[in-house]
């Protein structure tokens, strides 16, 4: 059933909160992503995903499977929606000089490597591109590595016509730090 807490989806407060906060700001220094302001088609897509299996990282099996087996699709409607209206986290600088380094890759891809521009998809600032391509601004640090990474080893299959498998799969340790540390001070 779809009961409310005011404007809160019943399965939102009871379930979502504690990993990815109230209003959709994840706790500090976690890996949970921060999904307030996230664009609802994506949202809706990844908790689909969750629920067919196709995305199967290894936290993704252990913990969100789980979580949105439960939904009914209306459920994932209502808590994509929900989400989607909750004002994003202000991006937070955490190393100028990463920032700087990420900030370089994000806007002008890695030509010798054929790494494109990331902002092509994800948008100058970050802001994302609804319904395919998901906001990246101010997003946590250590979400966005594990991510690249999941990507990068083929742990995260998901992503339509393999492109963030393609794009990371070119990125350097290193490069996925700068880039994690650029996008979060968006
Ligand atoms: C990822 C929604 C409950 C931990 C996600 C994503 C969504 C989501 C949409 C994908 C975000 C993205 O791709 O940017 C929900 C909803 C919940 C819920 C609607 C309640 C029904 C929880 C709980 C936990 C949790 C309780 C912690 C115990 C995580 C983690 C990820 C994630 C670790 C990343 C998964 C991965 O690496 O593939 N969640 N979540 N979530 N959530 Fe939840
Ligand atoms: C998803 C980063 C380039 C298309 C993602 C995610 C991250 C990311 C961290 C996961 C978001 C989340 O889980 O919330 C980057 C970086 C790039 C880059 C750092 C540059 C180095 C691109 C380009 C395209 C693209 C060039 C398009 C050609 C997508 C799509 C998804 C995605 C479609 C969603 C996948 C899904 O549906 O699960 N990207 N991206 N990205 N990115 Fe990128």
Redesign the pocket.
């Known amino acids: 059933a779809d009961t409310q807490t005011g404007n809160i989806p019943q ?2 407060s009871s ?2 909160m ?3 906060g109230m209003t959709g700001i994840a706790p500090q220094g976690a ?3 921060d ?1 307030a302001g ?1 664009w609802a088609p ?2 809706v897509k ?2 689909d995903n969750f629920r067919s299996h196709t ?1 199967a ?1 290894p ?2 099996k252990a ?2 499977w789980g ?2 087996a439960s ?1 009914t699709p209306a459920q994932v409607q209502h ?1 994509a929606d929900y989400y989607s209206k909750q004002i994003p986290a202000k991006g937070k600088m955490v190393n100028q000089k990463l920032a700087a380094a990420g900030k370089k890759i994000f806007e002008g891809g890695i030509s010798n490597k054929q790494v494109p521009a990331c902002m092509a998809c994800h948008g100058p600032t970050g802001l994302g591109d609804p319904p395919l391509f ?1 906001r990246l601004a101010g997003q946590r640090q250590a ?1 966005v590595v ?2 690249l990474n ?1 990507f990068k080893k083929g742990l ?1 299959t998901n992503d339509p016509h393999a492109i963030m498998r393609y794009v990371a799969s070119r990125l350097s340790e290193a490069q996925i730090t700068e880039l994690a540390t650029y996008v979060r001070s968006l």
């Open positions: 399965s939102v379930t979502c504690a990993c990815h890996m949970f992503p999904l996230q994506y949202l990844q908790l995305r990282d936290m993704a913990i969100m979580m949105a939904l808590v998901p979400y594990l991510q999941y995260r």
